[in-house]
């Protein structure tokens, strides 16, 4: 936390350093290069459960992942958060340099670039996203190709920290029942997730967060 360095002011992953990265949390670094709060180079790590909140760099805010060997390494996120980290030129959350990296159930909202304001790939990049939520960040979310796995919610508008239809300061039996009255709508208040229709992942983020908001 608070650290700075050129390369990787959290950490730097070098030639063939795969380390396996469980509920950890990488603030407030800087890199005046590449790689806020990690810079991967030529290494296969695995994160999960880990956040990324308020780290900047000229590239890759968050996260840099580079590969200019071309081999076959892949970081892997799993349930990791991507917030209000800052790249001055590309890639916010994370930016992507001939390596295809794997997110699994993330969440990248409200970070800022350049271009790619949350991911930002190219040079024979193709990161896979599956299962995740990617909001509120500028001037756009994504920039350069990606691979859709499915079951990804891409809104400019960020859902609600607690699910609470009616506002009564509980996410429960009542925002249920507003999610089934509104059921198929668009532009409702039911829709938590801003995906344009009232649907069961609404329903879900009730049942997620159930009882008293926080």
Do not use: R
Request: net charge negative.
């Amino acid at each position: 936390m608070g650290n700075t360095a050129f390369y990787g002011g959290g950490m730097l992953n070098w030639d063939s350093s795969n380390p396996l990265l469980t509920n950890c949390s990488f603030s407030g670094n800087n890199a005046g290069g590449d790689g806020g709060g990690i810079y991967n180079s030529q290494s296969m790590p695995t994160f999960t459960n880990c956040s990324f909140h308020d780290n900047d760099a000229i590239d890759g805010g968050g996260v840099f992942n580079a590969d200019p060997s071309s081999s076959v390494n892949m970081p892997i996120f799993e349930n990791c958060t991507f917030t209000q980290n800052t790249a001055y030129s590309q890639g916010g959350g994370m930016h992507n340099f001939s390596i295809s990296p794997i997110l699994i159930n993330c969440t990248l909202q409200g970070n800022s670039a350049g271009a790619g304001g949350a991911i930002l790939s190219w040079n024979s990049s193709l990161p896979s996203i599956l299962g995740s939520l990617i909001c509120g960040n500028t001037p756009n979310h994504i920039s350069g190709p990606w691979n859709d796995k499915g079951e990804n919610t891409i809104t400019d508008a960020c859902p609600p920290d607690c699910p609470d239809v009616d506002g009564d300061g509980l996410a429960g039996v009542t925002d249920l029942l507003a999610i089934i009255d509104q059921w198929g709508a668009a532009n409702s208040p039911a829709d938590l997730n801003s995906d344009g229709i009232v649907d069961v992942t609404d329903l879900l983020m009730v049942v997620g967060n159930w009882g008293p908001c926080k």
